[in-house]
């Protein structure tokens, strides 16, 4: 393809380029920018037409003028991929970051990702431990499964991404996962965090990083997840891996997105995040799933932080009706000291449904979680109510519910930073808390799983 | 790799321009005449796209396929034809996505990734049927009548219509096995009549005339049918936030509800649940014939990563498949979810066409091409003069669950029926989540006979009872959140237990329960006069001495609670009603 050099650029206008009187430039193509002090940049190509095409520059328009050399490669943006990726920590636009070599591309792979055909998917339906009590049987996660972390600043979704990483199996298995990690706009600090605590487990030999961080062009995180999925992709239906993806912070991207829309002048939707946010959201969520035919899935945890613990902002907003649920971490819990601080009443597993039970995890789970879900939900209400007319005012039946969410909260929502609970364990659990209401009490249970289970009324 | 589409006269004309323009799914294009909502070919690759606006000699086209990687100055084709989708024998049990590409045959052609630049037909044009004529030669026919049927599956006799311009004499017609595209008919004006016929999606299809709906769709979820039911050739909205039960309800509907064709949009949503669908459905029994869900289905399943344009088009695509099987004489139940995903796919095309925004940058044809579409719902008489509807269900999904939003206000202006879901009440895990005190029907008044003629002639005075109950609950519950229900006067407390009854053992419904997912009307009804029943007794115990919490514990009553979740319960309320007077009556004893 040409390879001809361009010094007609007209306009410089926040992150993008215009040019004027190219040949044909295809939409989407990607471009290098060659500055007067020999630097280059690149970009990639938004709108295209005879008289005028707009490239918007990744790593920012900083330093370019009207004499910069624009060159178009022919191409769209391509991740080279190999299994040699694994282990790798990279930049936000995939070159390495870890001071080794290039990689040895297998092939090139588009990284704007084909959306995979309803037909051809299969449900989800493999029950991951997580050892995190709160989600595995509250909110549990599912092989395939989007569902991602819905956390506000000052909260500890870091930790808990990184627990659920390293602790996150198929029940009685040991095959791991390869993680891939993806930070948009994280801080220094925290991506070092991230890096020290996958050094220290190990599973950074299992891991791809990719690395856009606070001082890295804003752009460039449009690109940064979508090269982590394509990663993920290869991996997973190439080569059968089943593949954790976790990105941080969406919130970031979603910034990034409103960025370029403002500087195109694009009429803004709500907040003045553009009105195509839904699609492109989509765009990167739908890229989970397992595929009829390969052995390999893809597994989404991404984590957002939602501006002012408003959970209808756009972004928590329009990424609930995408992802398949959502683990909310609450403030309020985090205050009272309590690790990982899960709210798990707006929390939701939308692929629960179908993966508990007898043949996975254990009969009892579905209606346990249900009876769980409910008496915390009733306690808490009743807290409420408390405060007003004090708990004189309450009969029997609610004072047990309202010592039972205090319960709740300390002894199945807390746990060590390090503790794996297993599946099995958090059940039992659930039995020796719920013993604290009178049986008679517990409307979820049936007298056949209530003579099996309950440490009270068990017939050995 | 290309699959030769058929769509019938698809001959490229002459007519040939340039791309001037690509901005994302926006493709500008000169030098080539076409008409608004013409189908053009774009670029090497010829994918599919759309007119939609004209500008001198300008040409705006929407495709329907990712453009990444086309140029200006590449071809663009025009073919004369508007968007249509072939309809025929063979739509049933199909998935398609938004412009009708079977994906089981995008799958064999393209992999597991949806790739481009791939045609497919809608119909499977080799297959051959068994057509039955019911005309004879010489019949005097005109467009819309039957000549002929096909038996697609256990359950639906395909109906083989005049193509709706087209009359005359019958000149030949034969029984037989035929492909979709043999002629089985031929007029004496020399038109030949073939299975399949196309339709432009835009366009409604022709009917003789609309009736005033008088018959409830029976979709036996109690909350919708005894509350606030839906008429068939009615429409109604259901907005709610996500996590609140929208995308349960509506395959509940699509399951349960006694339309006789069922037509499932999946617009803009997740790609998983449309496989849990896919994976599901062929193993559901219809309730209403004992035969599997998928006989009576046709799936459109565009999810949100699809190409924008095409979400577009999926729910037009719809629509249209629903008026055809209206126009044989069936009644269709159509599901869109979401149209918020529509709405957002028609703001996202209008913001690259640099249009002036109405509200929150939607167009400002917002509200009337949301009026369009659910005008396209109704009871109608068919051209072969048969009774036919379309009734249409949407989803909307109002960003935050606040329904002041533009899609949910235009929905709401047009429509008959609020299904309204409510987070809270599915963070108790109340489902179906349907909010009693804000939702509506405006149907009752034209129902009301059929419920008296069909079920009871007190149907809608029992209503009217249930509903009013659980107003009078919503009050005392402000009082009960000050000072506690102990404070409450014991009439009142009754009340409550019986409002508590309405929605713990009539108003929720455990759609995953083999059993209490569906409920006929005539069982909501027996439910609905037992609570009523116990009302009465309650009351009349209480005022002979009898203590409340003794009443409302009466074994039967938990009894007959309980027993909604075992099969035969219809049979069982009366002897159980029965059993819990008496025991209301002891209760006085007791004293």
């Not at chain 1, 993966?355 to 579905?366: A, S, V």
């Not at chain 2, 030669?137 to 395909?158: F, L, P, R, Y």
């Not at chain 2, 068919?382 to 606040?402: E, H, K, Q």
Request: net charge negative; aromatic share 8%.
């Amino acid at each position: 393809m040409t390879s001809k050099e361009y010094k007609t650029i007209t306009d410089i206008k926040g992150p993008l380029v215009f040019l004027e009187k190219t040949e044909p430039v295809a939409y989407g193509e990607i471009v290098t920018i060659r500055l007067s002090d020999g630097s280059t940049k690149n970009g990639q190509v938004l709108d295209t037409s005879d008289d005028m095409v707009v490239v918007q520059v990744f790593e920012g328009t900083e330093g370019i003028d009207r004499r910069a050399g624009v060159k178009f490669l022919g191409d769209v943006f391509k991740l080279p991929v190999s299994k040699g990726l694994v282990g790798r920590i990279l930049d936000g636009a995939g070159r390495p970051r870890d001071g080794g070599p290039d990689i040895v591309a297998d092939e090139k792979a588009d990284i704007i990702g084909a959306a995979i055909n309803p037909y051809s998917r299969q449900s989800p339906h493999d029950f991951i431990q997580t050892g995190v009590s709160a989600i595995d049987c509250c909110t549990t996660l599912v092989r395939g499964q989007k569902l991602p972390i819905f956390s506000a600043s000052g909260l500890p979704h870091n930790d808990i991404a990184l627990q659920i990483a390293r602790q996150a199996k198929l029940k009685d298995s040991d095959e791991e996962f390869i993680v891939v990690f993806c930070a948009m706009g994280i801080t220094a600090e925290e991506y070092n965090f991230f890096r020290a605590d996958l050094e220290r487990t190990g599973a950074l030999e299992n891991a791809v990083l990719f690395v856009n961080l606070a001082d890295d062009p804003a752009v460039e995180r449009l690109i940064t997840p979508r090269l982590a999925l394509t990663a993920a992709e290869y991996l997973a239906f190439e080569h059968d891996y089943h593949v954790l993806v976790i990105y941080t912070d969406m919130t970031n991207y979603c910034d990034s997105l409103r960025q370029i829309g403002a500087a195109r002048e694009e009429v803004p939707g709500r907040r003045g995040y553009p009105g195509y946010m839904y699609t492109d959201l989509a765009m990167l969520y739908e890229r989970a799933g397992i595929v009829k035919g390969k052995k390999g899935s893809i597994t989404q945890f991404p984590i957002l932080t939602m501006p002012g613990d408003d959970i209808t902002h756009p972004i928590p907003d329009l990424s609930g009706y995408i992802t398949e649920g959502q683990i909310v971490i609450s403030r309020e819990l985090h205050q009272a000291g309590i690790y990982p601080p899960i709210n798990v009443l707006p929390s939701l597993s939308r692929l629960m449904g179908g993966c508990i039970g007898e043949e996975t995890t254990r009969d009892d789970h579905k209606k346990i979680s249900d009876q769980m879900y409910a008496a915390y939900a009733q306690g808490r209400e009743l807290r409420g109510l408390v405060a007003i007319v004090g708990e004189d005012a309450l009969n029997e039946r609610d004072l047990q519910y309202l010592k039972f969410s205090d319960i709740f909260e300390d002894k199945f929502v807390r746990q060590g930073r390090d503790e794996d609970r297993t599946i099995d364990g958090t059940l039992n659990l659930c039995w020796e808390l719920l013993a604290n209401i009178d049986t008679k009490y517990l409307e979820r249970l049936d007298d056949e799983l209530i003579s099996k289970y309950h440490p009270n009324e068990k017939k050995e | 790799m290309e699959v030769k589409k058929h769509k019938g006269s698809e001959e490229m004309s002459n007519n040939e321009g340039v791309i001037y323009r690509i901005s994302g799914p926006v493709v500008t294009a000169t030098g080539i005449d076409a008409r608004m909502y013409e189908v053009v070919r774009v670029g090497h690759e010829k994918l599919m796209g759309e007119v939609i606006e004209i500008h001198g000699e300008q040409s705006v086209i929407q495709v329907y396929e990712d453009t990444s990687g086309i140029r200006p100055g590449e071809p663009v084709f025009s073919t004369g034809q508007t968007l249509s989708v072939q309809l025929g024998p063979g739509l049933l049990t199909q998935i398609y996505d938004g412009i009708q590409r079977p994906l089981q045959t995008l799958e064999e052609v393209m992999g597991v990734f949806i790739t481009r630049g791939v045609d497919a037909d809608g119909l499977d044009l080799e297959k051959k049927w068994e057509f039955e004529a019911t005309a004879s030669v010489g019949d005097e026919v005109s467009g819309g009548q039957v000549i002929g049927t096909v038996q697609e599956t256990d359950t639906i006799t395909h109906k083989i219509m005049v193509p709706p311009k087209a009359s005359g004499k019958i000149k030949s017609l034969e029984s037989g096995e035929f492909n979709v595209t043999q002629t089985v008919c031929t007029l004496d004006d020399g038109t030949e009549i073939q299975m399949m016929q196309e339709w432009p999606v835009r366009h409604p299809r022709p009917f003789n005339q609309k009736y005033a709906p008088d018959t409830p769709l029976v979709t036996g979820m109690r909350i919708l049918d005894f509350l606030f039911p839906l008429a068939k050739g009615g429409a109604a909205g259901i907005p709610g936030p996500f996590g609140s039960g929208k995308t349960v309800t509506q395959q509940s509907l699509a399951k349960y509800s006694d339309a006789q064709i069922v037509v499932y949009i999946g617009c803009g949503e997740r790609g998983n649940e449309m496989t849990e669908v896919l994976d599901e459905f062929p193993h559901l029994i219809d309730p209403n014939t004992g035969k599997p869900l998928m006989n009576r289905t046709v799936m459109i399943a565009n999810t949100s990563n699809m190409p924008v344009a095409a979400r577009e088009a999926s729910v037009y695509t719809g629509i249209t498949i629903a008026e055809y099987f209206r126009d044989q004489g069936y009644d269709v139940a159509l599901m869109a979810d979401s149209t918020s995903r529509w709405a957002e796919a028609m703001r996202e095309i209008s913001s690259r066409l640099e249009e002036m925004p109405g509200e929150e940058g939607y167009p400002a044809y917002l509200s009337s091409r949301l009026a369009e579409f659910y005008e396209r719902a109704g009871r109608v008489e068919t051209l072969n003069g048969d009774d036919g509807s379309v009734t249409v269900i949407g989803a909307v999904s109002p960003p935050g669950g606040d329904i002041s939003e533009p899609v949910s206000q235009g929905t709401l202006r047009i429509v008959k029926v609020f299904w309204g879901l409510d987070a809270g009440l599915a963070r108790q895990r109340h489902f179906p989540a349907i909010n009693w005190l804000n939702s509506y029907s405006l149907y009752p008044q034209s129902l009301n006979q059929w419920f008296r003629d069909n079920i009871a002639s007190d149907f809608p005075e029992v209503r009217t009872e249930i509903s009013a109950l659980l107003k009078v609950e919503a009050e005392l519950q402000e009082i009960v959140q000050l000072v506690g229900s102990d404070a409450l006067p014991m009439d009142q407390q009754l009340t409550l237990e019986v409002a508590r009854m309405i929605r713990v053992y009539f108003l929720q419904q455990n759609g995953f329960d083999p059993v209490d997912a569906y409920s006929g009307v005539e069982q909501q009804y027996a439910m609905a006069r037992a609570i009523l029943t116990f009302q009465e007794e309650a009351k009349k115990a209480m005022a002979a001495g009898a203590v409340l919490e003794d009443v409302v514990n009466v074994p039967a009553r938990i009894e007959l609670m309980r027993a909604r979740f075992a099969e035969g319960y219809l049979e069982k309320i009366e002897g159980l009603v029965e059993e819990m007077v008496n025991q209301i009556g002891n209760s006085v004893e007791a004293q």
